[in-house]
């Protein structure tokens, strides 16, 4: 089928160069001599393509638009304008306004080109078929707006990998049109999406069905595109200088000795700087844009105030700078995933840590906080920590997108009806314990009994904080113990020639799916 090309209100010499070029690609061109001509043209004889000047005459482009996009059967209608673009219509194009026709008409050939590829993902769609394909094909921003535009409902899932690095997952959901959710590693809400929509590379699937959940994103969708479509113009043109999510962040200048009257990103920044120090911990932390965050902290850098060192973010081996290789990130991926809604991905996993006091509790937590990627809760800090709390100890990252947290469970007896339920969907339960035998072994066995009774399978690792000087082997502990099989006591000595950060490495190694 020819394409047809109106064009409105150009001066007649550029009109006709216009014309030729288009006639030498197949395209069928008509005019009209101002944008209320233009409008009575485009309504009688739908066009695939209006070009025209931004500052048309009786009808103005912005009206223009409004009009043909708010009739169902014009609403596919493409725009180029020349001159500035008037009011960021959907699929717009803008070209200078002494582009040649030649010009034109390859801007032209490429706005029918992305139309194509877009009205195959639209009829797949109405047909309420999942589509898929790749974002280098067909941008988020135009996915967006289409489904905008057609009050599609549904999820976007979103996956890319770039390098070495592990691959990152998002998504996008959708109710008649208007975006109510974006979540992007550990980030969610207008931040993870314009973090999304400045992926260049990677898969889209569309998966249409109900949507019941509470929106998170309330902004219209269209006043969110032109805004990510400005922050993105932004990012461009500042990336080359800004740091890697890798780098290292020091403060240098004591926090007392700062100014009280600071801009809100650097007020932030420098709380957050009290417990996370790399670069992508904070723009995830951040409730700040990342190119913000990005360009706040290399203006802190350049007046002495804090100091980045970058690092490689993945080493020899295809082990990344934190804990756990590139296989057992993955390995947690997937299970984090298993059995749960397509499109919204989960980010944190489960860990019960149940110990037989107090010390031994603190004791471990000394130890793991040591581990790159750990991040203590400031409530445990002082190494507060009381045999009845139920609270979260921490957390420990796995990679960028997903991580740990160590939840703390009591062993009174009173506290049993909620062991259940505080084990549901964990990776398991670490018992910490500073003697093989006696009264630790009687506290802890209810908990272990309790939870093997609600879990035939359920996940039990022994760790045994060792005091110095103390040596025993796994086998040795297992006659002793019925409640033990050798495959699931660790022996972590405080003090002593092995490694503690090594056996810690191991424990949460056997513990990952």
């Keep these: 089928m020819t394409s047809s090309i109106l064009v409105a209100q150009l001066h007649p010499n550029r009109a006709r160069q216009l014309a030729e070029a288009c006639a030498a690609r197949g395209y069928a061109t008509s005019f009209a001599q101002h944008g209320a001509a233009a409008l009575e043209a485009a309504l009688a004889d739908v066009p695939d393509v209006v070009v025209a000047v931004s500052d048309l005459e009786l009808i103005d482009a912005g009206t223009l638009v409004e009009i043909l996009r708010a009739n169902p059967r014009t609403k596919g209608v493409r725009f180029l304008f020349l001159g500035r673009e008037p009011g960021g219509g959907f699929f717009d194009d803008t070209l200078s306004p002494s582009a040649s026709g030649e010009e034109i008409a390859l801007r032209i050939e490429a706005i029918l080109a992305q139309r194509k590829r877009i009205d195959a993902v639209d009829r797949e769609a109405e047909a309420e078929q999942a589509v898929q394909g790749k974002l280098s094909q067909i941008p988020l ?176 081996g295809g082990r990344s700078d934190g804990l756990f290789d590139l296989s057992q990130q993955q390995r947690l991926r997937e299970w984090l995933q298993t059995g749960r809604p397509r499109g919204v991905p989960a980010r944190e996993a489960k860990l019960l840590l149940a110990a037989t006091d107090p010390t031994v509790t603190r004791e471990f937590v000394r130890l793991l906080t040591a581990l790159p990627g750990f991040r203590l809760e400031p409530a445990f800090r002082s190494g507060d920590i009381r045999q009845e709390d139920v609270a979260t100890l921490g957390r420990l990252d796995v990679d960028d997108a997903v991580g740990i947290q160590l939840l703390h469970v009591p062993t009174a007896k009173r506290f049993e009806a909620c062991w259940p339920a505080l084990a549901q969907g964990s990776l398991g339960t670490l018992l910490l314990m500073n003697s093989p035998q006696g009264e630790g072994e009687e506290r802890l066995r209810p908990l272990v009994e309790r939870l093997r009774a609600q879990h035939p399978d359920a996940r039990i690792f022994h760790v045994f904080m060792l005091p110095k000087g103390e040596k025993l082997a796994a086998e040795e502990l297992e006659p002793s113990l019925g409640l033990l099989d050798q495959a699931s006591v660790f022996l972590v000595p405080l003090e002593g020639e092995r490694d503690p950060l090594t056996l810690l490495r191991a424990i949460f190694g056997r513990i990952l799916p």
């Design 141 to 316: 921003t135009d996915l967006l707006q289409l489904f905008h535009m057609n009050r599609r409902t549904g999820t976007i899932e979103l996956s890319r990998q770039e390098g070495g690095a592990p691959g990152e997952r998002g998504a996008l959901i959708l109710r008649e049109g208007n975006l109510i959710q974006a979540t992007v590693g550990r980030v969610e809400g207008e931040k993870a999406l314009f973090r999304l929509l400045a992926w260049r590379e990677g898969g889209f699937a569309f998966r249409p069905g109900t949507v019941t959940m509470t929106p998170r994103i309330t902004t219209p969708t269209r006043a969110l595109l032109m805004e990510a479509l400005r922050q993105l113009d932004e990012w461009d043109q500042l990336k080359g200088s800004l740091p890697p999510p890798s780098t290292r962040v020091r403060l240098l200048v004591p926090r007392a000795e700062l100014p009280n009257a600071v801009h809100p990103v650097t007020e932030q920044l420098l709380d957050l700087l009290e417990h996370d120090d790399r670069v992508g911990e904070l723009m995830d932390r951040s409730t700040f844009p990342d190119y913000q965050v990005l360009r706040t902290l290399q203006a802190l850098c350049d007046r002495g105030i804090v100091q980045m060192r970058r690092e490689p973010e993945y080493g020899e």
